[in-house]
T-cell receptor, first 112, second 113 residues
Framework: AQSVAQPEDQVNVAEGNPLTVKCTYS??????LFWYVQYPNRGLQFLLK??????LVKGSYGFEAEFNKSQTSFHLKKPSALVSDSALYFC??????????FGAGTRLTVKP | ETGVTQTPRHLVMGMTNKKSLKCEQH?????MYWYKQSAKKPLELMFV???????ENNSVPSRFSPECPNSSHLFLHLHTLQPEDSALYLC????????????FGPGTRLLVL
């Protein structure tokens, strides 16, 4: 069965520093991987996805994620964090006509 | 604005009430979804409709009843809910089912007293 894990409930970084939000997945075969962001009182917004091809995927708001098949990871990264990046981030995986599975979410706090 | 709207945004209801949540998508998508979001838990997929046909019902209690009259509208009818049903209910749509980017509405915050 496909699943996704976000090992950190909370990530704190200082503004201007690089940030990483971790995601690992468990699925046989080739997954589709997604990152979504949720701001307060809002629904989830799509950030980026990996289907195939280049392992480094660039998305909205300067975010990128690297697909690592050997480590079954899809960590979200940004070179320089902004206070406005503070939000709840969800990793999701979909595979072979199955519904999308979401992680529990990681709350990112960027402090000035 | 994602093109998916949900009403109402907030709802307080007693355990004996009957209410309905509404979702509308303006994206021309063919698949629509209901999710339940509770604090510190993964999103729980409740129902999936693909071309107006229900394809998923993930062991959701019968006190939740979905309805999809057309590809643009999705309802969630609620009756005799329990306090543990209090959560944020999110609607989403995608061009087609599976492996497609989903676009979410802002959610309905439900409180069951």
């Amino acid at each position: 069965a496909q699943s996704v894990a976000q090992p950190e409930d909370q990530v704190n970084v200082a503004e201007g520093n690089p940030l990483t939000v971790k995601c690992t997945y468990s699925v046989s075969g080739n997954p589709y991987l997604f990152w979504y962001v949720q701001y307060p009182n809002r629904g989830l917004q799509f950030l980026l996805k990996y289907i195939t091809g280049d392992n480094l995927v660039k998305g909205s708001y300067g975010f990128e994620a690297e697909f690592n098949k050997s480590q079954t990871s899809f960590h979200l990264k940004k070179p320089s964090a902004l206070v406005s990046d503070s939000a709840l981030y969800f990793c999701a995986v979909s595979y072979n006509n199955n519904d999308m599975r979401f992680g529990a979410g990681t709350r990112l706090t960027v402090k000035p | 604005e994602t093109g998916v709207t949900q009403t109402p945004r907030h709802l307080v209801m007693g355990m004996t009430n009957k209410k309905s949540l509404k979702c509308e998508q303006h994206l021309g998508h063919n698949a629509m979804y209901w999710y339940k979001q509770s604090a510190k838990k993964p999103l729980e997929l409740m129902f999936v409709y693909n071309f107006k046909e229900q394809t998923e019902n993930n062991s959701v209690p019968s006190r939740f009843s979905p309805e999809c009259p057309n590809s643009s509208h999705l309802f969630l009818h609620l009756h005799t809910l329990q306090p543990e049903d209090s959560a944020l209910y999110l609607c989403a749509s995608s061009q087609r089912f599976d492996q497609e980017t989903q676009y979410f509405g802002p959610g309905t915050r439900l409180l069951v007293l």
